[in-house]
């Protein structure tokens, strides 16, 4: 286990214990504190529905401008135009330009199509990790809300670098270089993929934690089969 996902299963408990000091104490503790838990993970993962929803809808208005102004182009037909005004020359620039930047945009928006896709994974790998986890009869329910505090932090830090695919987006309205937006798509994208590693990674482990707690080779068969693995 590396140490970034370390990270996700120390400091995760510890946070929690913070709000959840009056919960009561005993069984009905551990329930409150998973369900706590569990509401936290549901609030992240809507979180990240509605950014990437966002980002979808952003490339869709794009697209939709891109041929709103190349229609625009097409009907001035400058190769038939015998008296082009000054008015008409700004006209055609005018557009040009706008043409070039939604280009441009939907170019970007491409790179951060590849790292919402990641991102719409992990969420993915979660909910099939701890659905089957859950019915797993190898694990405590102490360690089922440990499972759930490490994927909220793995989910929480995910949505870190979808906001900062915000900064991105909103750069278009403002000044920052195109080799400025690669870099913080690229370092947001390397971030995104540890934390779809590190998700992986600890999903691997309770797998093999619960074949090597399986008592019979039968059992060992039908743990295999639940996860899909050989």
């Given amino acids: 286990m590396n140490k970034k996902l370390r990270t996700y299963m120390v400091v995760l408990p510890l946070s929690a214990m913070t709000i959840l ?3 009561p ?6 329930v409150a504190i998973a369900e706590v838990i569990k509401a936290a993970i549901k609030k992240v993962i809507k979180a ?3 950014k990437i929803q966002r980002l979808q809808n952003n490339t869709i208005w794009l697209q939709n401008a891109q041929k709103t ?4 182009l097409s009907k001035l037909k400058l190769n038939e135009i015998s008296d082009w005004t000054e008015k008409q020359r700004k006209l055609y620039a005018t557009y040009y330009d706008e043409l070039v930047k ?6 970007t928006y491409q790179r951060i199509k590849d790292l919402t896709e990641t991102q719409t994974a992990i969420v993915k790998e979660y909910h099939w990790a701890m659905a089957l986890f859950n019915k797993d009869k190898h694990f405590t329910p102490d360690e089922l809300t440990h499972m759930e505090s490490v994927y909220k932090g793995i989910l929480e830090e995910s949505i870190k670098n ?9 750069s278009f309205k403002t000044q920052m270089s195109d080799a400025k937006r690669l870099e913080l798509i690229n370092g947001a994208a390397t ?3 540890a934390n779809y590693s590190d998700l992986r990674e600890f999903n691997n482990q309770n797998i093999t934690l619960s074949v090597q707690r399986s008592r019979s080779q039968l059992e060992v068969k039908q743990v295999k ?3 899909e693995i050989n």
């Fill in 21 to 23: 000091v009056a919960l």
């Fill in 25 to 30: 104490t005993g069984v009905n503790a551990q």
């Fill in 48 to 50: 990240i529905d509605l």
């Fill in 69 to 72: 102004i190349e229609n625009q």
């Fill in 102 to 107: 939604v280009k441009a945009m939907l170019a």
């Fill in 162 to 170: 979808l906001d900062q695919i915000f900064i991105v987006v909103n």
């Fill in 191 to 193: 971030r995104m993929d």
């Fill in 225 to 227: 089969q639940m996860y």
